[in-house]
Each structure stands twice: as C-alpha cells, then as structure tokens.
Nanobody, 124 residues
Framework: QVQLVESGGALVQAGGSLRLSCAAS????????MGWFRQSPGKEREFVAT????????YYEDSVKGRFTISRDNAKNTVYLQMNSLIPEDTAVYYC?????????????????WGQGTQVTVSS
C-alpha cells in the first residue's frame, strides 16, 4: 500500500513558477513509476509527466515539454514537478500517482495509487 500526499499548489501569475511535491509512504516507493496528472473543471483527468522507478527516464505531455520537469528523490520518498513559464491553461488540480509497473506510462489505468490533489491556479 502506498499513500500519496501532494503539496505546493498555489495561485500564481502567468509566467511564474511553482514546484509541486508528492510525498509517499511505504518502503517500496523506489520501485514505483510516478506520474503527474491534472484535471480542470468539466474536463477529464489528463496526463502531464511521468518518471520511471530509477529516475532515468521521463516523458511529458506535449504542451508542458520544455516548461515542466519531473524528478524524484527515492531517499526522501518524494517526487517533484517543477513548473516554469506557467500559463492560464495550466490551471487545474494536480494529482500524483504511483504505478507498480515501474516504467514510464501515460495511461491512467496503469497507476495503482493516487493522491488527493493540489490546486494550481494561474492568473493572466
């Protein structure tokens, strides 16, 4: 069992930066792939970024490439999402997720555990 708690969401102006954190419980965190997803009102939850269990492979949704960076610290059981050059379209609740498959994946179905989410609001 893995429990995930996101933090770092806030209200920020367009062009600004935020770093989201996701703290995980459990001794097997380092074996899980981790992902970030987001959901805005009236839309489905969408993939943002993923990182494999070792932290040496990542993948991003096209609209965030070059602006967002996912990373992990297995010693701290934490995954991060550094978000730069934020735009209003990035406004959403951001969720982290853990997947036993270990490798990068954009598929929601392949993630086994989810956090409660953290709100990011980007004003224009």
């Amino acid at each position: 069992q893995v429990q995930l708690v996101e933090s770092g969401g806030a209200l920020v102006q367009a062009g600004g930066s935020l770093r989201l954190s996701c703290a995980a419980s459990g001794r097997t965190f380092s074996l899980y792939a981790m992902g970030w997803f987001r959901q805005s009102p009236g839309k489905e939850r969408e993939f943002v970024a993923t990182i494999n269990w070792r932290g040496d492979s990542t993948y991003y949704e096209d609209s965030v490439k070059g602006r967002f960076t996912i990373s992990r610290d297995n010693a701290k059981n934490t995954v991060y999402l550094q978000m730069n050059s934020l735009i209003p379209e990035d406004t959403a609740v951001y969720y982290c997720a853990a997947g036993r498959q270990g490798g990068v994946t954009i598929r929601r179905q392949e993630y086994d555990y989810w956090g409660q989410g953290t709100q990011v609001t980007v004003s224009s």
